[in-house]
């Protein structure tokens, strides 16, 4: 991304997020995003994955401006090249975890969702839990099922949102580790917004938040 500004209005003021902001992340390079909170870092990974649009600059992911690409292309550019990671899951809680992983597959028609969506849970150590509900499993799992729910369509983008935020420790340094273990595998490029120093330096690249301004480290 080049020249990127992003600003919001508040009822004390514009507050701006990103001045002139660049960024440059090679395919299957691995980037941590860091900064205080409120520096916008979220709002950072809304713009690389197309749901935040800047007033002013270009993004470009691979071959595509996303700049240039209308909703309709937007959503259909998500659903073939990026998995997002949030904090909070995000599994809708009336699905399985078959269900849940599957579902982006579904939502485009592809064959064999469900075989492919098994392979995944498999892949993440869920297999054995694919008929669960949200509800019933713990947090470790259920963001397990959000790693494979994010991957099965073996995206060439990941943005991890925190992704072990609500985590206790050791639970944390699991999911760290699938989460680095299927990247390498699937070769595909990682960007992940942390306050955690633990996954800050397992990133081959880092940047700081703040002040609108982005800092390599």
């Given at each position: 991304?080049?020249?990127?500004?992003l600003?919001?209005?508040?009822?004390s003021?514009?507050?701006?997020?990103l001045?002139?902001?660049?960024?440059?992340?090679?395919?299957?390079?691995?980037?941590?995003?860091?900064?205080?909170?409120?520096?916008?870092?979220?709002?950072?990974?809304?713009?690389?994955?197309?749901?935040?649009?800047?007033?002013?600059?270009?993004?470009?992911?691979?071959?595509?401006?996303?700049?240039?690409?209308?909703?309709?292309?937007?959503?259909?550019?998500?659903?073939?090249?990026?998995?997002i990671?949030?904090?909070?899951f995000?599994?809708?809680?009336?699905?399985?975890?078959?269900?849940?992983?599957?579902?982006?597959?579904?939502?485009?028609?592809?064959?064999?969702?469900?075989?492919?969506?098994?392979?995944?849970?498999?892949?993440?150590?869920?297999?054995?839990?694919?008929?669960?509900?949200?509800?019933?499993?713990?947090?470790?799992?259920q963001?397990?099922?959000?790693?494979?729910?994010?991957?099965?369509?073996?995206?060439?983008?990941?943005?991890?949102?925190e992704?072990?935020?609500?985590?206790?420790?050791e639970?944390?340094?699991?999911?760290?580790?699938?989460?680095?273990?299927?990247?390498?595998?699937?070769?595909?490029?990682?960007?992940?917004?942390?306050?955690?120093?633990?996954?800050?330096?397992?990133?081959?690249?880092?940047?700081?938040?703040?002040?609108?301004?982005?800092?390599?480290?």
């Amino acid at each position: 991304m080049n020249g990127i500004h992003l600003a919001y209005p508040t009822e004390s003021g514009t507050v701006v997020v990103l001045k002139d902001a660049s960024l440059t992340v090679l395919p299957g390079e691995t980037l941590a995003i860091t900064g205080p909170s409120g520096s916008g870092k979220t709002s950072l990974l809304l713009l690389l994955s197309g749901l935040e649009r800047p007033d002013q600059g270009e993004i470009l992911i691979g071959d595509q401006r996303l700049g240039g690409m209308d909703a309709n292309a937007l959503a259909d550019w998500r659903s073939e090249h990026l998995g997002i990671v949030f904090q909070s899951f995000h599994l809708l809680p009336g699905l399985t975890a078959l269900s849940n992983v599957s579902l982006p597959l579904d939502i485009t028609g592809q064959a064999n969702a469900r075989e492919r969506a098994m392979d995944m849970l498999d892949a993440v150590g869920l297999s054995h839990r694919v008929q669960h509900l949200p509800g019933q499993l713990s947090g470790g799992e259920q963001q397990r099922v959000a790693i494979a729910r994010a991957l099965v369509h073996q995206p060439s983008l990941l943005l991890g949102d925190e992704p072990t935020g609500n985590l206790d420790q050791e639970t944390g340094e699991k999911i760290l580790s699938l989460l680095f273990d299927l990247h390498k595998q699937s070769q595909s490029t990682l960007v992940l917004v942390t306050h955690d120093e633990r996954v800050a330096e397992r990133c081959q690249h880092r940047v700081r938040m703040e002040g609108g301004r982005l800092h390599a480290i």
